[in-house]
């Protein structure tokens, strides 16, 4: 088997040696399926409530994208505000730091409070829990532009302006691409947080239903789905970082 073949298997070849070993270890040890389903039961959950999984994982879909498409235009904007001034990176920075350190399930029954329950909080929540990487990420990237090649730049009568546009907007995007593929799976934290506390549709407001009725399968069934919906967004974005970022991918030996 080549190198790329083996590669490519390796994944799928570790998922399903690890849903073989989690079925063996429930039936060995007769864990009963209240407790811990094994993946067979899970799948048994996901055939007996079709519609009711593909309506809430579309509805939890939407709320993540809605919110991380909100967190990719502000983290943007303010990443690249945040890194192009040295004053306002001062001044801002801690204030973003005291939001991202504040738990964002805390704030859901505030949101709930304003905007009753529904879709805005997940929204909100979706973009609270995933903003915050793009910023950094985005800041960074401006931030290590080389002084050097800027004392270049400005010998040669580039303002700063110029050197924003032609410079450091394209040396933040492989840190901004990186920085989706993390803002993404924070969304759907952020979404299912909102939808187990304050929504009526939704994979969080499906758990929360099923773990009342002690249908733990279900359950599980959607930790499932929504790590599948991760997955694939990932992968997405990771292909789009592979795309618009070929130019800053580098085969330096360490990974290969």
């Not at 904007?77 to 005291?98: E, H, K, N």
């Not at 933040?172 to 924070?186: N, Q």
């Amino acid at each position: 088997m080549s190198k790329v073949w083996l590669k490519r298997l390796l994944p799928w070849l570790i998922v399903l040696g690890s849903l073989v070993l989690w079925e063996l270890l429930c039936v060995i040890l007769q864990i009963e399926a209240f407790i811990l389903p094994g993946p067979i039961d899970v799948a048994k959950a996901l055939i007996k409530y079709p519609q009711a999984v593909f309506v809430n994982a579309m509805y939890t879909l939407f709320t993540t994208l809605t919110g991380f498409t909100m967190a990719v235009v502000f983290g943007l904007t303010l990443g690249l505000i945040v890194g192009a001034s040295r004053t306002i990176y001062d001044g801002l920075y801690p204030i973003m730091i005291a939001f991202n350190s504040v738990p964002k399930v805390a704030i859901v029954p505030v949101l709930v409070i304003w905007f009753g329950v529904g879709v805005i909080p997940a929204i909100i929540t979706a973009f609270a829990i995933s903003f915050f990487p793009i910023v950094v990420n985005v800041a960074t990237g401006l931030a290590t532009i080389e002084p050097e090649l800027l004392d270049v730049l400005r010998v040669l009568g580039a303002r700063k302006r110029q050197i924003l546009i032609k410079i450091g907007i394209p040396r933040a995007m492989p840190y901004f691409f990186a920085s989706l593929k993390v803002a993404i799976t924070l969304a759907f934290v952020g979404s299912v947080v909102a939808e187990t506390v304050a929504s009526n549709a939704g994979i969080g407001y499906l758990m929360i239903a099923a773990s009342a009725r002690f249908d733990v399968p279900l359950v599980f069934a959607g930790l499932v789905v929504i790590a599948a919906m991760g997955v694939i967004l990932y992968e997405f974005f990771a292909f789009l970082e592979r795309r618009v970022t070929f130019w800053a991918a580098r085969d330096n030996g360490i990974v290969s």
